[in-house]
């Protein structure tokens, strides 16, 4: 959800407009530093959205783009850290 004053809205309404439609996100709109009102999306995001069938993942999975080579160490990297903070598994019962 993103907040902005009522006058920066209407200097950008078109904008605005756009980005609640395609990103789905909700803008609420200030007025001296109080929410007055919310624009958000009229139907969700995802109603423009194709139902995908689990057989066609894999062709799915191979048009994403790649990583580059640091970009994938950097998330290695972070997957690593990531992991660092989850307890490990116990057994309650053993």
Do not use: C, Q, Y
């Not at 789905?24 to 958000?40: K, M, P, Q, W």
Request: glycine share 6%.
């Amino acid at each position: 959800m993103e907040r902005m004053s009522v006058s920066e809205a209407s200097g950008h309404f078109d904008e605005v407009v756009d980005r609640v439609a395609s990103e789905g996100i909700t803008v609420e709109l200030e007025r001296d530093h109080r929410v007055v009102a919310r624009i958000s999306p009229a139907t969700p995001v995802t109603a423009g959205i194709k139902e995908l069938k689990v057989s066609e993942l894999n062709k799915v999975f191979s048009e994403l783009p790649r990583l580059g080579k640091e970009e994938a160490e950097a998330f290695a990297r972070d997957i690593d850290e990531a992991r660092k903070e989850i307890p490990p598994e116990s057994d309650p019962w053993g």
